[in-house]
């Protein structure tokens, strides 16, 4: 399964708040990257297993599941999740992209890509339903990120 979608980003921005910049959007997506916690409701915590500019390779634990992955950094435009397979998952890629247009307004481009076999193959009201909850998901992303500029942790 492939799932692309766009959002734009102050859109979701609270009335009061004020626009988001291209480094502080970037600076979030880092940390999202880095501590992916705050941003995914169901995860426990998250061990960076190796660090350097470009990737970090983590374990993300959500109770007694763990999910091992390497995330690449391109700055300031792209990070890429690779999720590795293991008897308990098919793994998969999710790619977020910052892209503007002429009008200036930001967006983040988000690309799931599931293997074949993975949880979505199953029917198409399945996918249909996950493809749903990652854009809910992508739309909190961008709510978290607002967070924590209003605290100014992404300048």
Request: charge should be negative; proline fraction near 6%.
């Amino acid at each position: 399964m492939r799932h692309e979608h766009l959002v734009e980003i102050n859109k979701h921005a609270a009335p009061d708040a004020a626009p988001l910049t291209r480094r502080q959007l970037w600076n979030g997506l880092v940390l999202r990257a880095e501590d992916p916690v705050p941003f995914v409701e169901a995860m426990d915590r998250c061990v960076i297993l190796e660090r350097s500019n470009a990737h970090l390779e983590r374990e993300l634990h959500f109770g007694p599941a763990r999910i091992r992955d390497r995330v690449v950094l391109t700055a300031p435009s792209r990070v890429r999740y690779e999720v590795y397979a293991d008897e308990h998952q098919p793994g998969g890629t999710l790619e977020m992209a910052i892209e503007s247009d002429d009008g200036g307004a930001l967006y983040v481009r988000f690309t799931y890509v599931l293997p074949p076999g993975g949880p979505a193959s199953t029917s198409e009201e399945q996918a249909a339903l996950l493809r749903r909850a990652y854009e809910a998901s992508d739309v909190q992303t961008v709510r978290t990120i607002f967070a924590f500029a209003a605290e100014n942790r992404l300048d």
